[in-house]
């Protein structure tokens, strides 16, 4: 359950430092997602609801990295080849029972389990063989070639901690650990609105004066990936009544109302109105550029969050603040999104005490990988976010960029999934 206590309702009004936001978001939101059993084939993207200990050893025997012949390296002279007789063949799931004798080899397979008494692999490229006898060149270190037991994960040790989402790789682990099943925190509900007179439905006649619906499109592909169910509340009126009562009605059937455009002070904007109708403003200005009108409240205790209409602004937003609420609200654990600094191409001003997001082109025609500006840099300008690589993040310290200087970079690509 979402618990929110007095304190979380303190900043409404003032610009919020956006660490703070989210300081405040991590203390005010917890996990409101039961936990539930589902099929390991199911569960990439989910949310594991208990930390996963190894119950086995991976691998659980020692055996051969390699096609070639298992010896014991004590039978190896130093400084010339040893021609050793060949003794016994373990192929993959097939382990030899008996031990190979001292002075003897055994023909083994990649993944067959290691002979008893040797302990040593000589790559089958590397000796010369013949049906009873191989030849093996001085220089192998002692252990080559051979996997030891428990060396990738051992009994015991954790395997994927609490919160984790579940990547392809995570299924991989869990799949050798022997796991069909996993228990996971069950999908988030999300009802998902526009709002805005001009705002229409894609596939329609476009009316004067309008646009289509971007930000519905983008949010609800970005809330696919982070495997949560989507109610499609369509696109709201500009009017206050019908704000209100969507969101008052949608909050009781779902974990997060998350709604778009109407929530700066103009007179048509009425999602900051709404959620200090019905329920709870937290904040509502947050320093970041684009994105600083973006409203978190809650009603009961399901949230209520109002991103920005304009939809670069938007994508901010849901990255920076949504992402944040639905990982509380999933009991999943963050995950810090990795920043590369790559030297600017140019110089920039901007406002202290503003994060801002600006979009770049990653260039290394010349070799030398430089961040330029996307040349069209407003809010509201879609193909900046398709025609561009990353976001530069510039800190609320710094007014100005100098060519050179270096700008922590985030793929976009790691944005949308
Ligand atoms: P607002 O926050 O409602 O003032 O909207 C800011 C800007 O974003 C305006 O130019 C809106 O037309 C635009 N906008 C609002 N909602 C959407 C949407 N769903 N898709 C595309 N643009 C939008
Ligand atoms: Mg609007």
Redesign the pocket.
Known sequence: MAQLSDDCFAFAGRLLPLAEAQARIAECFSCRAAPERVPLAAALGRVLAGEITAGLCIPPQANSAVDGYALHHDDLAPDRPTVLKLAGRAAAGHPLAEPVPRGTAARVFTGAVMPPGADTVMMQEDCVATETEVTVPPGLRRGANRRLAGEDIAAGERALPHGRRLTAADLALLAALGHQEIAVRRRLRVALF???D??QEPGETLHPGR??????AMLAALLARLDVDVTDGKILADDAAVVRAALAKAAPAHDLVLT?????S?EE?HVRAAIEAVGTLAFWRVGIKPGR?VALGSVGDTPLLGL????VAALVTFVTIARPVLDALAGARPVALPRFPVPSAFAWRKKRDRREFLRVLLDDADGTLRAKNFPKEGA?IITSLTGSDALAELPEGVTSIAPGDPLACIPLRLLYG
């Open positions: 526009s709002t805005g001009e705002v646009i289509y619906d971007a930000n519905r778009s455009g109407g929530v700066s103009g904007d009108p920005p209409g304009n939809p509201g």
